[in-house]
């Protein structure tokens, strides 16, 4: 997502670089590149004559900014012109002070709600909050039971009956309220395209549970489609924000950039991938620093608060500063760095890493770190401790174990020893922040890139994976506890 985008961008930033002042002919050719970039990535053509006029507007009061380089006014407008279309500010969540806040999902067939309905239900119970979720969708086949499932997955119970969908979401509201359940969550039928039947159905439901909060579910590979979807449920229902799924695909990212622009709603939640885990508060700031290529090392960060074991981590680290790193270390410390998602994910969210790094991380088949597993499980005790210990016999049986090849077993021996050598090297001071912390790997990764050696997968993601962890564990910016929950207060009158 929003690949593209970025590449441009870059080129933008580059090609700016050089200028002693922005001219007027300066502005407007960059200007010119910012809309052929908006319009690429599929954004609304209002959207994008209202981004470049705001950017232009931007730029013109910072042109006495002795500060700035004219490349850096140019990507400072347009940083802070992407916040705004994305939404200003992640949400607040806010709750009724009369329990059940309500929660209503709505959406075309396909965007991904029953699913986003379970893992809002799981982040609102890492809030410490309770949660209920009601079936409300009888239009689909099975989409009952499949919120059932994910229901039992995430430990959150699920209301249902054979009635009609207004029945059960007003007979849902009313179990959930004897239960005692603070936050509930409507799943609601979709159609293909928006016809009357639907926006009636919804707009009942709605009127018989008064939710504090309706988000609309798109999907983000819809484009200009989900432009249409937008208009058309907002002025039904009066969204109060927009919930954004298949953020992990490859897709031009318009509808992101554009939802926000035609209803003035902003998204407020994000599904990156299909797993429960991969879902969370959308930061407008964040992301457009991700658009622009300046990665994200706060999300990174809070994923490895959340999913990582920092005392696996410490313990590692320890064991890298002090030259005592094992292939035992190095496996623990990648099952850690696997818990974060895919490679490409990580590398993205890094600061400073080349578009080449980006891209490699992007097409590294998951599968080569199971090899590498498979690789290390192959060794006896000894060996994972002392790998110098591993002759020619001892590397043929390792193969013929993990069912690779010699080759596989030399080249990660090899780029082991290389990573041990590197940590002794830095033994004398301390770890490494981000993005400082990949700096080394990452000018061996260009070597070996350039010599055809890529380093396995594994090695890359590693330092990535033990930095935002142990920025985590020190405190990440003062983010290392979780605040519970949120303002007790009701976000509009019911």
Not at 30 to 35: G, K, M
Not at 77 to 101: C, M, R, W
Not at 363 to 383: C, G, P, Q, Y
């Given at each position: 997502?929003f690949?593209?985008?970025?590449?441009?961008?870059?080129?933008?930033?580059?090609?700016l670089?050089?200028r002693?002042?922005l001219?007027?002919?300066?502005?407007?050719?960059?200007?010119s590149e910012?809309?052929a970039?908006?319009?690429?990535?599929?954004?609304?053509?209002g959207?994008?004559?209202?981004?470049l006029d705001?950017?232009?507007e931007?730029?013109s009061g910072?042109?006495?900014?002795?500060?700035?380089?004219?490349?850096?006014?140019?990507i400072?407008?347009?940083?802070?012109?992407l916040i705004?279309?994305l939404?200003?500010?992640?949400?607040?969540v806010?709750y009724?002070?009369k329990?059940?806040?309500?929660?209503?999902?709505?959406?075309?067939?396909?965007?991904?709600?029953?699913t986003?309905?379970a893992?809002?239900?799981?982040?609102?119970?890492?809030?410490g909050?309770?949660p209920y979720?009601?079936?409300?969708?009888?239009?689909?086949?099975?989409?009952?039971?499949q919120?059932?499932?994910l229901?039992?997955q995430v430990?959150?119970?699920v209301?249902?009956?054979?009635s009609t969908p207004?029945?059960?979401?007003?007979?849902?509201?009313?179990e959930a309220?004897?239960l005692?359940?603070?936050v509930?969550?409507i799943d609601?039928?979709?159609?293909?395209?928006?016809d009357?039947?639907?926006?009636?159905?919804v707009?009942?439901?709605?009127?018989?549970?008064?939710?504090?909060?309706?988000?609309?579910?798109?999907?983000?590979?819809?484009?200009?489609?989900?432009?249409?979807?937008?208009?058309?449920?907002?002025?039904t229902l009066?969204?109060?924000g927009i919930?954004?799924?298949?953020l992990?695909?490859?897709?031009?990212?318009?509808?992101?950039l554009?939802a926000?622009?035609?209803?003035?709603?902003?998204?407020?939640?994000a599904?990156?991938?299909?797993?429960?885990?991969?879902?969370?508060?959308?930061?407008p700031d964040?992301?457009?620093s991700r658009?622009?290529g300046?990665?994200?090392?706060?999300?990174l960060?809070?994923q490895?608060?959340?999913?990582?074991?920092?005392?696996?981590l410490?313990?590692g680290a320890?064991?890298?500063m002090?030259?005592?790193?094992?292939?035992?270390?190095?496996?623990a410390q990648?099952g850690q760095?696997?818990?974060?998602?895919?490679?490409g994910?990580?590398?993205?969210?890094m600061p400073?890493v080349t578009?080449?790094?980006?891209?490699a991380a992007?097409?590294?088949?998951?599968?080569?770190?199971?090899?590498?597993?498979?690789?290390?499980?192959?060794?006896?005790?000894?060996?994972?401790?002392?790998?110098?210990?591993?002759?020619?016999?001892?590397?043929?049986r390792?193969a013929?174990?993990?069912?690779?090849?010699?080759?596989?077993?030399?080249?990660?021996?090899?780029?082991?020893?290389?990573?041990?050598?590197?940590?002794?090297?830095?033994?004398?001071?301390?770890?490494?922040?981000?993005p400082?912390?990949?700096?080394?790997?990452?000018?061996m990764?260009?070597k070996?890139?350039?010599?055809?050696?890529?380093?396995?997968?594994g090695?890359?993601?590693?330092?990535?994976?033990m930095n935002?962890?142990?920025?985590a564990t020190?405190g990440?910016?003062?983010?290392?506890?979780?605040?519970?929950?949120?303002r007790?207060?009701?976000?509009?009158q019911?």
């Amino acid at each position: 997502m929003f690949d593209a985008l970025s590449e441009r961008f870059e080129r933008l930033g580059t090609s700016l670089r050089s200028r002693g002042r922005l001219s007027d002919a300066d502005l407007d050719e960059a200007l010119s590149e910012v809309r052929a970039a908006l319009l690429d990535a599929d954004v609304e053509l209002g959207v994008v004559r209202a981004f470049l006029d705001a950017v232009r507007e931007r730029v013109s009061g910072e042109a006495l900014n002795q500060n700035l380089a004219p490349g850096q006014q140019v990507i400072k407008a347009v940083n802070e012109q992407l916040i705004e279309v994305l939404g200003g500010s992640a949400l607040k969540v806010t709750y009724a002070s009369k329990p059940p806040t309500v929660v209503l999902l709505a959406g075309l067939q396909g965007a991904g709600k029953t699913t986003t309905a379970a893992k809002l239900a799981q982040w609102f119970k890492q809030q410490g909050r309770q949660p209920y979720l009601i079936a409300a969708d009888l239009q689909r086949p099975a989409a009952v039971e499949q919120l059932r499932v994910l229901g039992t997955q995430v430990g959150v119970d699920v209301f249902s009956e054979s009635s009609t969908p207004l029945e059960v979401a007003r007979k849902g509201l009313a179990e959930a309220t004897r239960l005692g359940r603070d936050v509930v969550i409507i799943d609601t039928a979709g159609r293909l395209s928006i016809d009357e039947a639907l926006m009636d159905e919804v707009r009942d439901i709605s009127g018989a549970t008064s939710p504090h909060y309706t988000f609309l579910v798109i999907d983000a590979v819809t484009g200009q489609d989900a432009v249409q979807t937008a208009r058309a449920f907002h002025e039904t229902l009066e969204l109060s924000g927009i919930i954004v799924t298949k953020l992990d695909y490859d897709a031009r990212g318009g509808a992101v950039l554009s939802a926000r622009g035609v209803v003035g709603r902003p998204i407020v939640f994000a599904s990156t991938g299909e797993k429960m885990a991969d879902f969370e508060l959308f930061h407008p700031d964040r992301m457009a620093s991700r658009i622009l290529g300046m990665g994200d090392v706060l999300s990174l960060i809070e994923q490895a608060e959340q999913r990582m074991d920092a005392d696996v981590l410490a313990e590692g680290a320890g064991r890298m500063m002090s030259g005592t790193f094992t292939l035992d270390d190095f496996l623990a410390q990648m099952g850690q760095v696997r818990k974060m998602g895919s490679l490409g994910g990580i590398m993205k969210m890094m600061p400073g890493v080349t578009k080449e790094m980006r891209n490699a991380a992007s097409n590294v088949d998951e599968n080569e770190l199971s090899k590498i597993e498979a690789i290390i499980h192959s060794m006896t005790k000894r060996e994972r401790r002392e790998p110098v210990i591993i002759d020619g016999s001892r590397r043929n049986r390792i193969a013929r174990g993990s069912g690779t090849s010699v080759g596989a077993v030399n080249q990660l021996l090899k780029q082991f020893n290389e990573m041990r050598k590197m940590m002794k090297q830095m033994s004398g001071g301390n770890m490494p922040q981000m993005p400082g912390g990949m700096g080394r790997m990452a000018s061996m990764a260009a070597k070996a890139s350039a010599q055809r050696e890529q380093l396995p997968p594994g090695f890359e993601a590693l330092g990535a994976g033990m930095n935002a962890g142990a920025q985590a564990t020190r405190g990440g910016g003062g983010k290392n506890k979780k605040k519970k929950g949120g303002r007790v207060t009701p976000p509009k009158q019911r």
